[in-house]
């Protein structure tokens, strides 16, 4: 799918499996990894870790760090055509691609490794977990924060930021999600989603 060699493909998947994306079981193969939602600790854990730093996102922004950069946030239009057009897999990846770009915009690297591993892992319970067309984390939501920061209103960003991550915590569904996946949709570079999004 991507024209590359055994090797890069291996590395890729023991880098996934230190990030709890991907199990490596000897003499069968890599499989993407089922996280249990019985496990409401470890999810629990995930989301409490995305409020910590998350709310520390929004209020960096508010301070001046990446508020003229806002607009750049790119999933925000492409979520919505995404839902519109019933495109769920790519709905449900830039769901997770909205927190990622508004953490870039704080320009601290560490912030943005740490978020973007619960962040991926957030994303997985939700592909795995979710009935297809749905999705915990709102598109809508993510446009009130922006508004919210727009207008230079920490306290209602910050407000609205909590309860967004309360909401996405408690929508988990126990039933595996419907519906084959694309994969080559799935990993699609940017541009290349940009083209499935606009045909």
Same mark, same amino acid.
Not at 57 to 78: C, F, M
């Given at each position: ?19 709890? %994306? ?6 069968? !193969? ?19 870790? &995305? ?8 209020? &960096? /922004? ?39 770009? %508004?953490?870039?915009?704080? !320009? ?36 009130? /924060? ?5 207008? !230079? ?11 967004? %991550? ?34």
């Amino acid at each position: 799918m991507f024209a590359v060699k055994r090797g890069t493909v291996r590395q890729a998947l023991a880098q996934l499996a230190d990030e709890r %994306l991907v199990d490596l079981e000897p003499n069968r !193969g890599a499989f993407v990894a089922s996280p249990s939602l019985h496990e409401v600790h470890e999810v629990h854990e995930v989301f409490e870790m &995305r409020r910590i730093i998350e709310l520390a996102v929004v209020e &960096r /922004i508010a301070q001046g760090h990446g508020t003229r950069r806002l607009k750049s946030i790119g999933a925000i239009g492409h979520e919505r055509r995404a839902f519109e057009s019933h495109d769920f897999s790519a709905w449900i990846r830039l769901s997770g691609e909205f927190h990622t770009e %508004l953490a870039a915009l704080t !320009g601290n690297t560490v912030l943005c490794e740490c978020l973007s591993g619960l962040v991926a892992r957030s994303t997985l319970i939700s592909a795995l977990y979710e009935s297809l067309g749905k999705s915990s984390c709102s598109f809508e939501d993510h446009e009130q /924060i922006l508004a919210a920061l727009d207008a !230079g209103d920490a306290a209602r960003a910050a407000d609205l930021m909590a309860q967004h %991550l309360c909401d996405v915590e408690l929508k988990m569904l126990e039933r595996p999600a419907r519906g084959a996946v694309d994969l080559k949709e799935v990993f699609a570079r940017p541009a290349e989603r940009e083209k499935l999004l606009d045909a």
